[in-house]
């Protein structure tokens, strides 16, 4: 079987009208991965013995439901579908490093909510994709474990901090993944190995087994190569969960929008994002897209979010305040230990100190310690309390745009992938990777990375994404119009 | 806002993160310039803002308090994680000297 380029609806067909098993599937998945991961270097651990019995259950199930010329229908979209999981969610009995030393050895006591639902949906996990450590980063470079490499150019990074999920869908070593996003985590690296990256409305998917970075701005997605592919994935992991207090039951909308119902949405573009630093290739691949959209006759309109410049001040400053609280609970005490050198130590404190010492890496170190100072007394109002009040001016101007827009389309990222070790030591530079995608973790929005058509893509070239935010639990405005924009 | 060795030390502190000599000096150039950067939000007027504490739909949540087994973890998968352990609790050091 051909595994290059398989869609989920495309896997699907395949599996019911038999051209190929679930655990064929899967093999040849683990085959093609043992070829390409070696110069990618997308997976931390394959999950190979869970992979096969999940595979093996649905081919049974599958022989079990076909007698007499009946089609298999009792099974779902999603069984036997060969997918990645970002190794910061919890798979049950496997490996979960979050990208850390501090968690090298440490194994999953429960399956997240995300899990849960996809097992019962019957997908088949390959294995955990690298990340930056606990997330943190827009590179993957800061994952204590490996470099993942950009697909289009191994010189080059893949994003992040998802890097690890957006690369193996985009190098056919799964047919999708799931990532999180906490300031564009999903969105950039999507935009940067030209796949499709979901992040749903904060409240829309439960992170109940997600390593917490930032507990304001966290939500889990799909990254795929379609759209409609993310439309799948997400339909399948959102709603309430009673493990999560912030998730939220809400119809999802009409799903099979019609090319009139596109027409009826409007689509804003802000000034603040179409900005002189935006590198030019990136911002005429947006034109393009422009362009291609125009041709449905969608309506555009200038738009201003008048405090998008200080999105990434307001940004690291509230999510390194949570990331301190967070990141309190690796202690060395509870979910693992380093080996340490000098086994003499056996005060508390002085393990603490030298757990975390020795398990963090500066990036995340660096945080915790910003944290720690924007809530330090003294500081907390010149630095943790205005950055609360700019999150509420940047979410009302998105407000207050939605009143005259139902989407609103921006660049991904200001700049195309770039090399491995450009930015690692200035984290100011690194940051900056994300001022497109972090309002909208800001203002708890839906935001969607589509790659642009024109870059698709000769080898040599790199992908170039857009971005469509959505009102709050209108996942169904973006997804429908960028399926009317993939089909185009 | 100046960042000095001092500060860092005791946020270190606070956080329980040791740091090395080469570190910290990295450590303390890198957030002087970030927390530089931040200056700029002192140009925003936020006079009467309420400050925005979290995502979308503030509500609380509730439930009966009763026993719920559904999506309970396995005890011993959590017992078997611990670094130190005796008698299926949780081994920690001495607190009290």
């Known amino acids: ?488 | 806002m100046e960042i000095d060795k001092k500060t860092l030390e005791y946020l270190a502190e606070l956080g329980r993160i040791e740091i090395g000599k080469k570190e910290e000096e990295k450590l303390l150039n890198d957030l002087q310039k970030i927390l530089e950067y931040f200056d700029e939000l002192k140009s925003v007027d936020t006079e009467n803002i309420e400050p925005m504490a979290g995502g979308t739909a503030q509500k609380n949540v509730f439930r009966d308090d009763e026993k719920d087994e559904n999506g309970k973890t396995k005890n011993e998968n959590l017992v078997r994680q611990f670094p130190e352990k005796q008698n299926g609790y949780l081994k920690v050091p001495p607190v009290f000297e």
């Open chain 1, 1 to 488: 079987m051909d595994i290059n380029g398989l869609t989920i609806k495309k896997f699907h067909d395949g599996l019911m009208n038999k051209e190929f098993s679930a655990f064929e599937a899967a093999e040849n998945f683990f085959s093609d991965i043992e070829k390409k991961d070696e110069e990618i270097g997308a997976y931390l651990h394959l999950t190979k013995d869970l992979a096969l019995s999940q595979a093996n259950k649905i081919d049974v199930d599958l022989a079990r439901s076909l007698p007499a010329g009946r089609q298999g229908k009792d099974l779902g979209i999603l069984a036997g579908l060969p997918i990645a999981i970002k190794d910061n969610i919890l798979i049950e009995g496997e490996q979960i490093t979050a990208g850390s030393k501090i968690l090298e050895n440490h194994i999953a006591s429960y399956d997240a909510t995300v899990i849960k639902k996809l097992k019962q949906a019957g997908a088949v996990f390959l294995g955990k994709t690298n990340l930056d450590e606990f997330a943190m980063g827009s590179s993957t470079e800061n994952s204590a474990f490996k470099i993942t490499h950009n697909p289009y150019d191994l010189e080059r990074v893949p994003g992040g901090s998802s890097g690890g999920s957006a690369a193996a869908v985009s190098s056919d070593m799964a047919v999708a993944a799931l990532g999180s996003d906490t300031g564009g985590s999903i969105r950039q690296p999507a935009g940067f190995c030209g796949v499709v990256g979901l992040k749903p409305t904060y409240g829309a998917v439960s992170r109940y087994g997600l390593i917490a970075m930032a507990s304001s701005l966290d939500q889990i997605g799909p990254i795929t190569k379609t759209v409609e592919d993310a439309e799948i994935l997400f339909e399948a992991i959102r709603g309430k969960d009673m493990q999560d207090a912030t998730s939220v039951n809400y119809e999802s909308g009409i799903r099979n929008y019609g090319l009139e119902d596109i027409r009826k949405l409007k689509i804003g573009l802000p000034k603040e994002y179409f900005i002189e630093g935006l590198d030019k290739q990136t911002s005429s691949a947006i034109d393009e897209a422009i362009k291609l959209l125009k041709s449905l006759k969608i309506e555009f309109k200038e738009i201003s979010l008048a405090h998008t410049k200080y999105a990434l001040s307001c940004y690291y400053i509230i999510m390194p305040a949570e990331v301190s609280a967070n990141l309190a609970r690796f202690d060395g005490i509870r979910y693992s230990r380093i080996s340490n050198p000098h086994s003499l130590i056996s005060n508390l404190k002085d393990i603490y100190f030298n757990q975390r010492g020795r398990g963090f890496g500066a990036e995340v170190k660096r945080r915790i310690i910003l944290g720690n100072f924007v809530l330090s007394s003294g500081y907390y109002d010149a630095y943790y309390s205005k950055a609360q009040k700019v999150r509420r001016l940047i979410k009302t101007d998105f407000n207050k745009a939605f009143a005259g827009v139902d989407v609103i389309l921006t660049p991904v990222s200001p700049t195309l992938p770039f090399k491995i070790g450009e930015k690692v030591d200035d984290p100011l530079a690194m940051y900056l990777s994300d001022i497109f995608t972090i309002p909208v973790n800001l203002a708890g929005l839906p935001g969607l990375t589509i790659p642009v058509k024109k870059y698709k893509i000769d080898r040599g070239e790199l992908p170039i994404g857009f971005q469509l935010i959505g009102k709050p639990f209108r996942e169904a405005d973006i997804l429908g119009i960028g399926k009317y924009y993939e089909q185009l």
